[in-house]
Each structure stands twice: as structure tokens, then as C-alpha cells.
């Protein structure tokens, strides 16, 4: 990579690179606009190339305008010697620094080379703007700040106006980031008060800040802004979405102008990067947003995007889809840009919208804006991210704030310096079909992807084959048998080998039976013999003690080895007989767990513990959970029309022969059983609603 810093004043141009700094004068034309000279063209000759009507024509003559001004007079040896050396293995970072804040104004994004080559599209020359300044957020990893994943807060301005697209901004975002699950942290709040958006920073610490919404008001004198919860106009105010929101509060309206955006940056809250996905309303100056981006970058943000024009709401969704699913993979900020730049030429082919993102960058090396670590490397870690048991997660819609204490809960350094992880987890919901499951997994996944081992058991694989008095539950010995066979479990992310229980499996076997060889510690096979628990043979309790211990001693070990946390998932807990909960699992395996040994083990098991509410088994479990279960209820009424969208957008991703088909009536059929339902909604209706659509489909091709 090689970097360099352009700087351009009101008469002149400097190239610093390698130490050494080359200086030509500004072009006239250029200087002259500075300068405010006589007869000068103003900027509006410039900035009307971004107007949606501006042809394609003029933003190419501005665009080579403005390079021929910067560059036009640079020596042979300096500017055109860097371009010429660029190439994929060595990429050309540029910070353009822009002191004359007349220039500051004009649209430098335009730029085209003398071979009309747009210059910020050139996906070998990396550019932005920006100055140091402040004090940026630069992940370190003394603390686990760049731990992945990002977490995003994702703050609709408002909510009721459905010109802006919000939902399918957010769907699409949900279509972008599932392709590689886990990745990044999503959080929506709709039209929220200055004390709620606060409230929000608080709790997310969000990497990444992103405003959907309406921007500068033109009238002259006032404040630039973004405008919360406004009265829509002219018919943009969506009824069929009012008739949904009805659980929702209506907020009052107010501007996040200067002063308030500096109070909710405060205090440690300013987070990596900013971004103001909204437009500016008509006739306010394009250099207003200026003034709300300096604020991020002093307040110690790494990196702000505003628009410098008015960007139409379709182009947004595609900004934000292209945005996400680059930053998902975790690439520096300003490539990350050039490929937003190239996504909107191809879906808005003829308008501005490409131009319009205006990167400003106040951290030295883009990377640190958006670097994320993780506990493998590609490509091992995509592959990871798709296989069993998390290949159904691109579908786990909602549950944000969940998944997030889930995670947080349970992945060491995952809340950075908020201490270590808990031992014993459990998640719950006293409905069915509520995506305990998937939720469960959300948290393997993300320790997964953080470098522990884990193992998913789903202990009603094994109901029916167990133990127990009733065919449909298990005792504790097969409890124990299933999670055993569950290490082993070839698909999962890193099994155990069958090596690593053979000491096991000689406890197990002469614990089971008791009697002499129990008595005299006598060697039995390495293999499990299936032996059931004999109660009436002597030191039935110290039996059972020296089975679990040896089971915990087997993890702990491996754990220790591999220098890896070991968490395992018990789905389905409401499997397991509730004597045998409290008589035995309760002391000999939740109980060690918990407790943290002195001096407390480097890379410790933990266990995640799913069931329903209504398992009486949970006030065993609770008696000894350091923290209160992660519960799923039901999703407000006004969040399924959103879902609804999110889950059609991540179907079409993977399997784009639904594109032939309308949302609108797979919206409508949702709604009206939604309508029609009594009590909670599954949201896995969705995909029966789609399989009803292709059949119909089918059926008409045919007839």
C-alpha cells in the first residue's frame, strides 16, 4: 500500500508521500473561485452537476474541471507517477485535505482524469477527505475494542414518512449483512426523543451510527439539522403503516442540530464511524452538513459519510446494501466507499447518486475505522460462518437486543472491558416457534467466529431413547451420553475425538455398575458399554460425583490445550426429567459451572441452557444462574410488516427466482393472517406464504 496526502489552498497544491513534498500552483479557474475574483464562476457552477436533472454530460465537464485545476500542473515525477505505479497488490490511499472552505464546497467526487476516468471510482486509487483532528476512536487490542462483531445503531429520523424508504433500507441491510451472519450487530430505533437516542448510545456503544431521514432545512437563518419525527406532507405519510404502528408512541419533534449532537458524542460515546444516509431538503447549501460532520470528527469519530446533494430514496437502500455487505467483510472505509460509488453507477445508471457520499476521514490508516478481529482467518472463517449448525441463521430475523445479551453474556472480552463472561446462561419464551433455537446458535456462532470452540446438543434428537419414566424425556445419564456424543459430533465446528473421552468412558463404565470393580478402581474399556446406572450398588451419590467430574475434568482439559473457552448449547432442556434437573444435574453439572475456581481457569466450559417457560425444570436452573434468562416474547404489533419485508429481501438473495414474483401480495397475505391470528404470530409463516407463492406460480406456468 502506499499512501499520500493532497492539500489543496486557495492558490496552490502540495503532494506529501515517502517524506517528500512536491508543491504547483492551483489552476485559475480555480484560484479564481478562491479568490472570489470578478467574473469568477461561483460554486453553483459546479455543484448543479449533482442536481438528479444535471446529464451525465456536465458532471463528466465539472469532473475534469476540477482534476485538470488540481492536477493539471503536477510534475511528471509527483501525481502521475503515483497513479501509474497503483495496482491491486498495491493500492494508492489518498486523504485529500481541502483548507479553503469556498473549495471545501465543490464536488471533488467528480473528479475524471484527462482519459475520463472517474478518479473516485477507481478502485486501485482510494480516496477521501478529511484532516487529523481530535482525539478519533482507533481500535486497540489492549482492551478487545476491535473484537468483531461491529455493532451498528441504526436511528430512523422518522418513522411515519414512507417516502423514505426506511423499511426497505433496513431490509435490504438485513439482506446484505445475513449473507455472512454474525459479522455485524444491528440495532433499529424509530423517530426516538434526544434522551432516547442517549439512552441508546449508552446501552449499544455503537461502532457505527447511522441516520435514516431528511436533512437540512433551506430556510435562511436556521441552524443546519436533522429533522426527528416531523408531520409528514403530501400524502407521504403511510396509513396502512399507522394502522400497524398502533403499539408505537408517537414522539415529539425536534433537530439534531450542533449542540445536540456534540452532548450525545460525549462522554465516550462517539463511535467509529457516522453516517448521514439522508438528503438535503431543496435549496439548502451543500456545504451545511459540514458543520454536523466536523462536530463527529471532534468529538473524536473516526470517520463520517454525508451526502453533498440530494440523493432519492431508492438510491439510498442501495447505498446502505452495498455499504453493509462490504463492511462485512471487514474492509477499510475508504474501499469500502469506492465499491458503495461503483454499486450506485450500476443501479442508478445516468444520475449523480455515486457521487454523492462524501467520505471524511480523520484517522491516519482508513483500516482502523472498520478493523475487526476475529478468532480465525479467511477463508477459513466465511466456511465456518455458513456450515451446520448455523447455515439456517441467514433467515433469524429480529430479536437485536437479545442476540446482544446473549452474546455479551456468554463471549469472553465480547462487552470489552466489561469484565468475563458468565458460565451458565439460559434463553426462554413461554410461546412456541419464538426462535429459541436460532437464538441459541446466534450465540455459538458469535463465540465461534471469536476463536472458542462450541458444541450445539439438541437433546430432543434423543427424547424417546432415553432413561425416563415417560418415553418423551431423558435422565441424567442420557443427558449426559448425548452431550458426550455431541462433542464427537463430526459436523460440528471443531469435535472432540473419540481419544479424548476414553478416560470418561472407564468412569462411566465401572460408575454405571458399581459393585468390586467400582470398589477396587479396576480398568475397564475405553469404550462406552451402555451400561444403565445401577442405584442399588453401594456410594450411589459418589458414583454419580466421580461421573460428572471426570466429564467436566475431559472439557476443561481440552479446553486448556486448545487455549479456547468450550461452550456448550442444551437445546431443548424441557427434554429432561425435572427430579433429575434438580436431584443431580443442578449440584453435579450447572453448579460446577458457575462457580469460578481460584485461581479462576484461563479458558473456562460454559453452558447455555434452552427450554420453554413453562419447564418446570427452570426453578432448579434458576437457583443457581448468576443472571437472569435471556426471554423471547412476542414482537410488537408494528414491527411485522418490517420483518415481513426483511424476510422477502433474504429470500430474494437466495433464491432470486422469487424477483418473478410480488411482494405486495406475499405482503398482504402475511398481514391478514397476522390479522387473523389469535395470540402470538410465527414468523415462520413467512416461508410457508413463499412456498404457497411458488406453487401458484408453478401451477400458472403449467396451465
Known amino acids: ?372 478481529r476475529w478468532g480465525h482467518a479467511e477463508p477459513e472463517l466465511s466456511s465456518r460462518n455458513r456450515k451446520w449448525p448455523f447455515d439456517e441463521l441467514p433467515m433469524f430475523l429480529g430479536r437485536a437486543k437479545e442476540r446482544r445479551t446473549g452474546w455479551w453474556h456468554l463471549c469472553e472480552g465480547a462487552r470489552e472491558a466489561a469484565g468475563p463472561a458468565e458460565r451458565l446462561l439460559a434463553i426462554t419464551s413461554g410461546q412456541p416457534a419464538s426462535g429459541k433455537t436460532w437464538q441459541a446458535k446466534w450465540c455459538l456462532l458469535t463465540c465461534m467466529l471469536l476463536g472458542e470452540d462450541v458444541t450445539y446438543a439438541d437433546l430432543a434428537a434423543q427424547a424417546g431413547r432415553g432413561d425416563g419414566d415417560d418415553h418423551k424425556t431423558l435422565g441424567w445419564l442420557s443427558v449426559l451420553r448425548s452431550l458426550r456424543n455431541a462433542c464427537m459430533d463430526e459436523r460440528q465446528p471443531d469435535p472432540m475425538a473419540a481419544a479424548d473421552f476414553i478416560r470418561f468412558n472407564q468412569v462411566l463404565n465401572r460408575a454405571t455398575r458399581g459393585g468390586p470393580e467400582w470398589s477396587r478402581g479396576v480398568e475397564t474399556d475405553g469404550e462406552d458399554q451402555n451400561y444403565p446406572f445401577n442405584p442399588e450398588e453401594g456410594r450411589a451419590d459418589d458414583r454419580r460425583m466421580a461421573i460428572f467430574q471426570e466429564f467436566l475434568t475431559t472439557l476443561k482439559n481440552r479446553a486448556a490445550a486448545r487455549q479456547r473457552p468450550h461452550l456448550l448449547a442444551l437445546d431443548h432442556a424441557e427434554c429432561v426429567i425435572d427430579s433429575d434437573v434438580g436431584g443431580v444435574l443442578k449440584p453435579l453439572l450447572f453448579d460446577p459451572v458457575r462457580k469460578v475456581a481460584q485461581p479462576p481457569e484461563q479458558f473456562p466450559v460454559r453452558i447455555l441452557v434452552v427450554a420453554s417457560q413453562s419447564w418446570r425444570g427452570f426453578k432448579h436452573l434458576q437457583d443457581v444462574m448468576p443472571v437472569s434468562p435471556v426471554v423471547l416474547g412476542d414482537f410488537p404489533p408494528h414491527e411485522y410488516r418490517r420483518l415481513s419485508r426483511e424476510f422477502w429481501e433474504r429470500t430474494v438473495v437466495a433464491r432470486p427466482a422469487l424477483r418473478e414474483l410480488n411482494f405486495e401480495a406475499f405482503e398482504e397475505i402475511a398481514t391478514a393472517l397476522r390479522r387473523d391470528a389469535e395470540g402470538p404470530f410465527p414468523i415462520h409463516v413467512f416461508q410457508k406464504i413463499v412456498n404457497l407463492l411458488l406453487t401458484m406460480k408453478a401451477t400458472q406456468t403449467r396451465s
Open 1 to 372: 500500500m502506499t499512501g499520500a496526502v493532497v492539500t489543496i489552498t486557495a492558490s496552490q497544491v502540495s503532494l506529501r508521500h515517502g517524506g517528500r513534498t512536491v508543491d504547483w500552483p492551483l489552476g485559475a479557474e480555480l484560484a479564481a473561485l478562491a479568490r472570489g475574483a470578478e467574473g469568477a464562476e461561483g460554486a453553483g457552477e459546479f455543484t448543479r452537476a449533482l442536481e438528479p436533472e444535471a446529464d451525465s454530460a456536465l458532471r463528466r465537464d465539472v469532473g475534469r474541471r476540477l482534476y485538470t485545476g488540481v492536477f493539471g500542473g503536477a510534475p511528471a515525477d509527483s501525481w502521475p507517477a503515483l497513479v501509474a505505479a497503483a495496482a491491486p497488490e498495491n493500492l494508492l490511499r489518498v486523504r485529500l485535505d481541502i483548507e479553503d472552505p469556498v473549495l471545501a464546497t465543490l464536488p471533488w467526487e467528480l473528479m475524471h482524469d484527462d482519459g475520463q476516468h472517474a478518479l473516485w471510482r477507481n478502485g486501485r486509487v482510494l480516496l477521501r477527505r478529511g484532516r487529523a483532528r481530535g482525539n478519533p476512536v482507533a481500535p486497540g487490542e489492549e482492551n478487545g475494542a476491535d473484537r468483531g462483531p461491529l455493532r451498528a445503531l441504526l436511528v430512523v429520523c422518522n418513522p411515519a414518512d414512507h417516502t423514505l424508504l426506511a423499511d426497505h433500507e433496513l431490509a435490504k441491510i438485513g439482506a446484505a449483512l445475513a449473507q455472512l451472519p454474525g459479522r455485524i450487530h444491528t440495532e433499529v430505533v424509530d423517530g426516538p426523543s434526544p434522551t432516547e437516542l442517549r439512552a441508546e448510545l449508552t446501552a449499544v456503544r455503537p461502532h457505527v451510527l447511522h441516520f435514516i431521514g431528511h436533512g437540512m432545512r433551506a430556510v435562511e437563518g436556521d441552524l443546519p439539522g436533522l429533522d426527528f419525527n416531523v408531520e409528514p406532507q403530501n400524502g407521504a405519510k403511510d396509513e396502512r403503516n399507522e394502522q400497524r404502528r398502533w403499539g408505537a408512541p408517537a414522539k415529539g419533534q425536534w433537530t439534531l442540530d450542533r449542540d445536540m449532537l456534540e452532548i450525545l458524542l460525549g462522554d465516550g460515546r462517539a463511535p467509529r464511524l457516522v453516517l448521514f444516509n439522508v438528503c438535503r431538503q431543496a435549496g439548502a447549501p451543500a456545504g451545511d452538513f459540514g458543520s454536523l460532520v466536523n462536530v463527529c470528527l471532534e468529538q473524536g469519530v473516526g470517520a463520517a459519510v454525508a451526502m453533498q446533494g440530494d440523493i432519492e430514496s431508492p438510491a439510498a437502500v442501495e447505498f446502505s446494501y452495498e455499504l453493509y455487505r462490504s463492511l462485512s467483510c471487514a474492509k477499510p472505509i475508504d474501499e469500502i466507499i469506492t465499491d458503495v460509488r461503483n454499486h450506485l453507477y450500476l443501479t442508478d445508471p445516468g444520475r449523480p447518486s455515486w457521487a454523492l457520499p462524501v467520505l471524511e476521514c480523520a484517522v491516519p490508516d482508513p483500516a482502523e475505522v472498520t478493523r475487526q
